[in-house]
């Protein structure tokens, strides 16, 4: 019991300048990318279809040590427990979807429209509007909920992994067969492409292969060491490599994209409004619908934040194929990638402030 109340407090402490860290992150990320092009643009076209290898290195150190620490008598008690697995299923398919096309819509193609520029070419020769273009990006965004790096948001927020895991698990089905037909439909694009290889590609690197081994290792370590060994040395050293290898995600993201941010600041922060207004709303909804379900907190702080993050690596290889790594629309899906960790650091604290609504 001391112990947990000591690494408790490690772990405030830790977090306690996180967002520091992250700013300082998105900092060296840019300016790196402006002092060496060549090495960013030299690492970003290390990738297996449209996935990253350099990000994917660094998610997998993300999501093992969440993995290991998970006690599967959760997984298999959280599946047991209907109530959060289905709010997040009718916030991801049946509301998140809708409120993007109509938040993206008023603004991009509203309130902003006039800021914009006029059209561009996409893949295939066609002109579209770049407002149109944008929209698209960011419905991309919104029929692709996240099945990775939630499981560090749902960590941090001290929710159930069993029921992250259950969520994550659940969302990668669902995408494979909800994901083209409603995307097709919103975009009003014929026989959609699916990115089967990247979803597939990412869920197996992101999820799988780092829950393979957390079970095994989690299981052999205590085998041979014991629980109290696992709980007290292993876990103590495994702890900060989560938050590091979040860290350097940030300096490879912005890295990658600090040129982009540098020559069109004006058109980033356009685009960024609506998605972070999305974020906040999906959460809000999803956290507010889930104290009225009367959800322990530790079910309704990773509902949330599922119902509010992206898989940004499906968006981002969808908008390439529909319509050119160039366009707007792709332009979108990377803007997507540049707020998700700050909002969803944001979002993460609110949960940790509100915890006293969940008796």
Known sequence: MEHAINEERRLSFFEKYLTAWVILCIGVGIALGKLFPQVAVMLDQISVYQVSMPIAICLFFMMYPIMVKIDFAEVIKAG?????????LIMNWCIKPFTMLAIAWLFLGVIFKGWLPGMEIV??????ELSRSYIAGCILLGIAPC??????????????????LVMVAINSLTMLFLYAPLGGWLLGVNKMPIPWQT????????????????YYSRKFIIAKKGRKWFEEKFLHYLTPVSIGALLLTLVLLFLFKGELIINQPQIIVLIAIPLFIQTC?????????????????????????????????????????????????SLATVVGVL???????????VCLKTREWFK
Do not use: C, Q
Not at 123 to 128: L, N, P, R
Not at 339 to 349: A, C, H, S, T
């Open 80 to 88: 047991k427990t209907p109530k959060p697995v289905i709010l997040t």
């Open 199 to 214: 979803i597939v590609l990412s869920v197996l690197i992101y999820v799988g292969l780092p829950l393979l081994l957390g």
């Open 147 to 164: 099945t990775a790096m939630v499981l560090i948001w749902g960590h941090l927020a001290k929710g159930n992994n069993g029921h992250t």
């Open 281 to 329: 709303f999906i959460f809000a909804i999803t956290y507010s619908v889930a104290k009225w379900l009367k959800l322990p907190y530790r079910d309704a702080a990773p509902s949330a934040l599922v119902g509010a993050s992206n898989h940004f690596e499906v968006a981002i290889a969808t908008s390439a194929i529909l319509f050119g790594l160039s366009s707007g629309a």
């Open 339 to 349: 707020i998700e960790v700050p909002v969803m650091l944001m979002l993460v604290r």
């Open 123 to 128: 893949k295939g020769g066609v002109e579209v």
